[in-house]
């Protein structure tokens, strides 16, 4: 049962990852900066704690008490995160939802797998795998031979991206992704897929703080809730930076009280955007809280995004007017990150 409910959890977190960037559609008159930042102090500063607040009223004591080494892991994991999640926007912007969520999350899904192990072969931990450990066991090497398959994912699904771009004329583009350009989306998805999977070991570099919370007495489905306020406080340094310089180079600060555009509306879905992407981060808690932070819940996870982003983008009809074989390239590329997911998480199993 537990780990049906852990499924569940990711798929509804999954749901929210894949769907976030929809209400963006909606905002009219904005530059990107403008609404990113605005969905982002939604997603990093204002809901997470009001979340926290409500499954942990006690977080802010126990991030007080909190080592400060620990702080600092988990706040600069955010820092690296965010950049991924920045560029996540961008790659989403520039390649679609569909191309875009898959190479972003096969990167990341690959990475987030690494990242930790490769921390405990140079910082051993009691219960934690190594990277040596990884190459020494059956399932370590499944997980490392997924990495190469979601990398060999990614290679095709490239190939198809170049496909489409030469299939469609720009008025075509236009109306598949308003800013589709395969260079810029696949060097921002490259950065976005290795940095965005530092989340994984904020996450676990806060496990102090979520095994405070069940030692408080508090639910253990919504420990990592603590943690979240603190790696996305890293996530808002970034982004709030980046995007403070954007408004100031592209002379878009107006944009916040500029009349001629709708408002309201904007708000609206720039703080729906916002929230949205945090859910993935709440129902992700509440799946590890049942399967653990290992690379299968991570994987797990990815693999759910993937497969409901390339369902948006199907229905958005990103794909539409290019040939059969470009859409068989691009089926394909995708049905092998999945297959790569499979395999990470099989082969962290076992090695678990």
Known sequence: MQVILGVIFHFIGGFASGSF???????????????WIVGGLFSWLIVPPLAAY???????????AADSSALRWVYTMGVLWGIGGLTYGLGIRFLGMSLGNSVILGYCAAFGALIPPLYYNYFPTEGKISFSQMLSSPGGKLVLLGVLVCLTG?????IAGMMKEKELGDEAKRKSVAEFSL??????????????????????????????????GYNPLFQNNVTYVVLLWGGLTTNLVWC????????????????????????????????????????????????????????????????????????????????????????????TILASVILVGYGNSVTD
């Open 183 to 216: 260079i810029k989306g696949l060097i921002v998805a490259t950065i976005s897929g290795i940095l965005s999977a530092c989340f994984n070991f904020g996450i676990e570099a806060g496990k102090p703080m979520a095994t405070a919370a069940v030692d408080a």
């Open 244 to 335: 403070m310089i954007l408004n100031a180079r592209n002379k878009t600060f107006g944009d916040y009280t500029n009349s001629n555009t709708p408002l309201s509306r904007n708000y609206l879905f720039a703080a729906l955007a916002g929230t949205t992407w945090f859910l993935q981060f709440f129902f992700y808690g509440m799946g590890e809280s049942k399967l653990g932070n290992g690379a299968s819940s991570w994987i797990l996870h990815m693999a759910f995004i993937i497969l409901i982003s390339n369902l948006w983008g199907i229905l958005l009809k990103e794909w539409k007017g290019v040939s059969a074989k470009t859409r068989v390239t691009i089926a394909f590329g995708i049905a």
């Open 154 to 158: 990614i290679f095709i699904c490239g």
């Open 54 to 64: 409500l499954t942990v009223p006690g977080f802010a004591e126990i991030i007080s």
């Open 21 to 35: 960037y929809l209400p963006f559609k909606k905002v009219r008159g904005w530059a990107w900066e403008s609404y």
